[in-house]
DNA sequence: TAGATTGTTAATCGATTAACAATC
DNA sequence: TAGATTGTTAATCGATTAACAATC
């Protein structure tokens, strides 16, 4: 089953999930993790994280479960971040700055390599050890440094400028947080991350 | 179709990206809308719009589409945001501040009341014009301001036990940005904002 | 060997899309 | 009236879960 199947989006959303969970049992040296485990860890069913898995290829021992570090490994490997991966940050706002600082935290090997920012204010400023730079810098720099995924922290009535800009300076995937559709070449990737959204949803579930 | 039936997540979590759209349309004074339009702007198929709307009442008319005013008016009051929902927040680093800020963009009737820190330094600071309270007072203080969703933006080491003091004073559902899987009473609704994860599924579509 | 747990197939469940009568 | 578009049913598609032989 290793070939070549279409991985339906919810499956490759679930293991930065696993991974997660995964590298937390490693630093416990736990050595061995069963799908009953990590379905009841992650409030999911065992077959799923057993079929999801599957996918990829043979990674547990039956009777046994799986190696910890191992299938650490092997989750980078499908999700690409067994390299370090360049990215790009728009929008030096409160937002953006909070994203860059996280950095630190996301040793996971997605690392914010340039900041950008129309506001002449805000250029030259320091974030996190990187130097704010101008939009007009933008195309030259992502080339340069081989950034593969933007993320957008602008407002909304900017987000689709900046998307372009990204698209036309081969980013093959972006992060949108602005509250708004983007529209992109069918080739990249877009996630939104849209928390006003989230929180209304929320609010539909109270009684 | 009014009636008790259980809807979606996937509905529930479409309803806000309509709700914004159709803001947009009201303010350039757009008064109708179709599905078809819709599907277009969003990327989403015209009968999946229709169907998702259609659980909660008739609200367009043959032939012509939806007033756009009266279904933000119906969609509001689905989300149960036509009135206030007073919210509160538990982490005042990066991210904690960044969404305090986007309070003022988010006038659809979520409103951050109260911040808490843990951080001696952090507490008496004020974040748009609130000032930072200490966590023994948060219970007192969610009672008081009957708030009903918590806002978790704390590192991942401290989620579960605020989540656990949201749970004690009543806070009805959670929205937590900390990237860890957190357990609560089932009658208590979770949402993950979890933008590592994010990122790590895009880099799967690389290349 | 006995017990545990995988990988995988088959069964179930749910969500999306197509199609169309009703009607503005 | 003719054209457009809804609400809704039926058809399709896809994802989750159950079950179990294989095997460590």
Request: include cysteine; proline fraction near 3%.
């Amino acid at each position: 089953m290793t070939k070549t199947m279409k991985i339906s989006e919810a499956v490759v959303r679930r293991l930065p999930i696993y991974l997660r969970f995964l590298n937390e049992l490693s630093k416990k040296n736990v050595t061995t993790v069963s799908s009953q485990d990590l379905g009841q860890k992650l409030d999911l069913n065992p077959a799923q994280i057993r079929k999801d898995l599957a996918y990829f290829g043979e990674f547990g021992k039956k009777g046994i479960g799986y190696d910890v570090d191992y299938l650490i490994e092997k989750i980078r490997q499908i999700l690409k971040i067994d390299k370090v991966i360049p990215v790009a940050l728009v929008g030096a706002g409160n937002l953006g700055r909070a994203l860059c600082n996280y950095n630190a935290y996301l040793k996971d090997n997605m690392k914010i390599v340039a900041v950008f920012d129309a506001q002449g204010t805000k250029i030259g400023e320091s974030i996190n050890n990187l130097k704010v730079k101008s939009m007009d810098e933008l195309c030259p720099i992502i080339q340069e440094l081989k950034v593969r995924i933007g993320i957008i922290t602008v407002p909304a009535a900017e987000a689709q400028a900046v998307a372009n800009q990204f698209v036309e300076s081969g980013v093959e995937a972006i992060l949108n947080f602005a509250p708004i559709i983007i529209k992109v070449p069918s080739e990249v990737r877009v996630h939104h991350a849209d928390f006003t959204a989230e929180l209304q949803s929320l609010a539909y579930y109270l009684d």
